[in-house]
């Protein structure tokens, strides 16, 4: 895999960043909008963690009556291992039933288990149905944000992707992409057997599965096709109706700033007699891939997560680089701690690193996951795992910062020798290190006094 840096220089070679801050950065603002119009919200985000952390301890238990609700009600629960065991399930499923297409409601977990690419290669059509969704899968990529898929591309990128894949003709208008979209799509819905949703949130009490969307796909994928399967995280859940209330009261503020979405749906099994209309089968993957490694380690809290994207938008790197650079279904923030817990630190060390640790994220997390604590966890886990360059320089670091004579004096000493080596008040070169901040950034010459210095004369 090539490295965070490489893979960020591709996304500004594209100039996709421009198009992720201006959307990132209109989500934050009218969640800030939504907060402020809302005096409940502090409190429901206390009682939304309680929920949470709640949930999270006792999950077995949760887990455990949920599936005996579900099953309850006439649907079938299967518990997955991993990716392969979930979509071994899946296409079984679909194969067994004759099922050649399957329409999709956006969800975060069947990116991560490839679920399109396994339907696909047995055979059978998976049609994404979201917006978003639809317009990533028609032009090849990955969603760049979690509630947001297509945040990476303004309406005249949309516009000739359509009128190149459909045949249309060109249009930038939001609204008349918006009817092409919708006119491909209806027969898809109306002919699919098979709908595949993922879950917002599961309640434990009763074998419900919460669905929130903004376009009613959700509606037409779980009612219209004969067969609905519900793909779940295995810590999606909540015990109550009333506990799911206060997560729904901060999830879509905290996602868009809307009260609540456009839709919420909340299914509860198959049709049963009498009933005019929905699946006559109803069946939940829950996914582990990873989840029960993490509730044991030291980094469990991320399990709190109910996937609002908040974290994202308020992000200073995600808003600079975009969610492809993170090469994995969970970018951002959330995703710096959850895809190395999930796959391992071997392959995914950089992420932590990739945080200038300002604590934005955790201002805006509606259950107030405390990202910044766990991003230093997991870079304390990965020093073995680091170039021997940065281990080498970050052990000289502490060698030093530990002893104060020592620290001063180098300090001082660098500071004068930078002085000297600077022109104007500015230095013209850097050393090695320091070269990438010089990429953007001018570099001033140091202060006459150190910080030290300046301290100890205040008599501090
Ligand atoms: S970590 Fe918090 S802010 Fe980020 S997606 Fe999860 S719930 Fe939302």
């Known amino acids: 895999m090539t490295t965070f840096r490489n893979r960020v220089q591709d996304a500004f070679a594209t100039g996709v960043p421009i198009a992720i801050d201006r959307g990132a950065r209109g989500h934050y603002d009218k969640r800030v909008k939504a907060a402020a119009v809302f005096p409940q919200m502090e409190d429901m985000r206390d009682r939304a963690r309680v929920i949470r952390a709640e949930v999270i301890a006792s999950l077995d238990e949760v887990l455990a009556e949920f599936a005996d609700a579900v ?90 992707l359509l009128a190149e894949q459909l045949g249309v003709p060109y249009t930038d208008d939001p609204t008349e992409l918006n009817d092409i979209a919708r006119k491909h799509l209806r027969s898809r819905f109306l002919s699919a057997e098979m709908g595949i949703s993922g879950v917002n949130m599961a309640v434990a009490e009763d074998g419900a599965v919460a669905l929130v969307t903004n376009e009613g796909n959700g509606r037409l994928c779980t009612t219209a096709p004969q067969i609905h399967v519900a793909v779940m995280g295995m810590e999606r859940l909540v015990r109550t109706r009333d506990d799911l209330a206060v997560i729904l009261e901060v999830l879509a503020r905290s996602a868009t700033g809307q009260g609540l979405s456009v ?32 509730l044991g380690s030291r980094v469990a809290e991320i399990l709190y997560c109910i996937r609002c994207g908040a974290c994202l938008n308020a992000c200073p790197v995600y808003r600079h680089v975009g969610g492809h650079p993170y090469a994995t279904t969970y970018p951002g923030p959330i995703g710096k701690v959850l895809t190395p ?20 994220c955790q201002e805006v997390c509606p259950v107030r996951i405390d990202i910044p604590k766990l991003l230093v966890e997991l870079r304390q886990q990965s020093t073995g795992h680091m170039p021997r360059s940065i281990r080498v320089g970050l052990a000289g670091f502490a060698w030093v910062s530990t002893r104060p004579r020592l620290y001063r004096t180098l300090t001082r000493f660098v500071a004068f020798f930078g002085r000297w080596w600077s022109k104007d008040g500015w230095l013209r070169h850097v050393p090695f290190l320091l070269r990438g901040w010089r990429i953007d950034r001018d570099v001033p010459a140091p202060a006459p006094e150190t910080f030290n210095d300046w301290w100890r004369k205040r008599g501090a």
């Open 263 to 294: 839709y919420t749906n909340i299914v509860t099994g198959p049709r049963r007699s009498g009933e005019p209309d929905g699946p006559d089968q109803f069946h939940v993957v829950i996914v582990d891939n990873g989840r029960s490694a993490t």
């Open 341 to 360: 817990s999930l796959y391992g630190l071997e392959e995914w060390h950089e992420l932590p690193a990739t945080s200038s640790l300002c604590g934005a």
């Open 71 to 160: 099953a309850a009600r006439g649907g079938k629960v299967f518990f997955a291992a991993d990716a392969a065991e979930a979509n071994d399930y899946i296409v079984n499923l679909a194969r067994a039933e004759g099922v050649s297409r399957a329409v999709k409601v956006k969800s975060m977990v069947t990116e991560e288990i490839e679920l399109n690419a396994a339907l696909e290669a047995a055979g059978i059509e998976a049609v994404e149905t979201d917006l978003g969704e639809f317009i990533v899968q028609l032009a090849g990529e990955k969603p760049s944000h979690i509630i947001a898929p297509v945040l990476h591309k303004d309406r005249y990128a949309v516009g000739e």
